[in-house]
T-cell receptor, first 110, second 113 residues
């Protein structure tokens, strides 16, 4: 199964940018990179996904390395509400299942 | 509805009993997924439906677990002869297209005592 590697935890100050890294060295050409985040007692929330090009939406930006073996989720201005567990996932769209790792627990300090 | 709805939100059952967990996906979403999340772990894939059929059930842990989606919308996850190890949060997600962004429900917290 496709597995990603993320740091266990990161800290950020409020209103500063946050860069959350992810390694996905076994990614294949058709695998999308997805990011989800999860608050306590809630289901995962979709953040962003991409295939090759960098992606932007209202929540975040996704920077994908040229060789696609790594990516970075960028939160441009962290808020206290951004404190969550962030999961980076390879979506093997041929199989239709997301393989979640342990994720990165992001703490945001006021 | 506006989001993925899962009922009940909490379920406590005795070891050996049968339980059913319901998922109501976003209207029009053809793909539906079930995941299980144990405390402190990421969600673990169980089964995926495309329409009415189970396209991939490789994550179901054993034959006590079964899921159906008879009309291509609502899905039910069924667990027979529950064991204490089945205690977890069961999450459902849906998407319009396979490989698109997925919308998760808040989950059903199952406790087997």
């Amino acid at each position: 199964d496709a597995k990603t590697t993320q740091p266990n935890s990161m800290e950020s100050n409020e209103e500063e940018p946050v860069h959350l890294p992810c390694n996905h060295s076994t990614i294949s050409g058709t695998d999308y990179i997805h990011w989800y985040r999860q608050l306590p007692s809630q289901g995962p929330e979709y953040v962003i996904h991409g295939l090759t090009s960098n992606v932007n939406n209202r929540m975040a930006s996704l920077a994908i390395a040229e060789d696609r073996k790594s990516s970075t989720l960028i939160l441009h201005r962290a808020t206290l509400r951004d404190a969550a567990v962030y999961y980076c996932i390879q979506d093997s769209s041929n199989t239709g299942k997301l393989i979640f790792g342990q994720g990165t627990t992001l703490q945001v300090k006021p | 509805g506006a989001g993925v709805s899962q009922t009940p939100s909490n379920k406590v059952t005795e070891k050996g009993k049968y339980v059913e967990l319901r998922c109501d996906p976003i209207s029009g979403h053809t793909a539906l997924y079930w995941y299980r999340q144990s405390l402190g772990q990421g969600p673990e894939f169980l089964i995926y439906f495309q329409g009415t059929g189970a396209a991939d059930d490789s994550g179901l842990p054993n034959d006590r677990f079964f899921a159906v989606r008879p009309e291509g919308s609502v899905s039910t996850l069924k667990i027979q002869r529950t064991e204490r190890g089945d205690s977890a949060v069961y999450l459902c997600a849906s998407s319009l297209l396979q490989g698109d962004g997925y919308t998760f429900g808040s989950g059903t917290r199952l406790t087997v005592v």
